[in-house]
């Protein structure tokens, strides 16, 4: 987990935003979304500057309470949240035939936890593509990702992905599920969640082949969601348990009443707390995954 601390956590508050400037940031931010009454085709032609105020919003919370690698894990009985998430990156490396010398492309590569693990599991030169001045994104809108992937992949080479979905268990006429939907969009940045058909559907239409897609969510021992789960508790992971985040709100409105963390630090930790309880209800009912994975490669003829 991340050895990032309080000081740690303050002064990376807002990122490459000025700090006299982060709670016009949040302002703007929270109005794209539709938990604040948003429409998706504002935050799709504005996509840019929503994800570039959310990673610089966010990204110092992520650190301190998730570490330096951004993403869920299939996890066992008896595994720490890191190993599972080690053992996830080794996967998808061992999925790619990942060899000692090959150069790798980490499109949306976070602050680089995967990346540096990936490179030194499987002794490659992995390199990251960033579109925010504090943070590697997660990528643009995947059927336009795909297209672009499909270009610099050489022909018989192939893109593994984990993407974060709706499965066919979300309704689009349920005021809950939409309500979810609406948290996790809101708290993680993202303009849409598309459903795992069309994910496949765009990497398909971009020219792939597809070798094999599951949601690695639906076999888990332990449930992804566990833990953002109020009801657990964990030492190891302690900042990311219900205490252990009512810490971390009540630090951060300290900070921010002292002055030592910009205006507005208090609602982003919000919002976050909001995303937490969507994903969380979300998994539970089924009807999100964050690890939706596929496997394409590109044809060796066009």
Known sequence: MSKAG?????????GKINKAEVKSAVDEYEKYHGYYGGKEEARKSNYTDMVNKYYDLATSFYEYGWGESFHFAHRWSGESLRESIKRHEHFLALQLGLKPGMKVLDVGCGIGGPLREISRFSSTSVIGLNNNDYQITRGKELNRLAGEIYRVLKPGQCFAVYEWCITDHYDPNNATHKRIKDEIELGNGLPDIRSTRQCLQAVKDAGFEVVWDKDLAEDSPLPWYLPLDPSRFSLSSFRLTSVGRMVTRTMVKALEYIGLAPQGSERVSNFLEKAAEGLVEGGK?????PMYFFLVRKPLTE
């Open 285 to 289: 009912k089924e009807i999100f995954t």
């Open 6 to 14: 309080a000081l740690d956590l303050a002064s990376g508050l807002g």
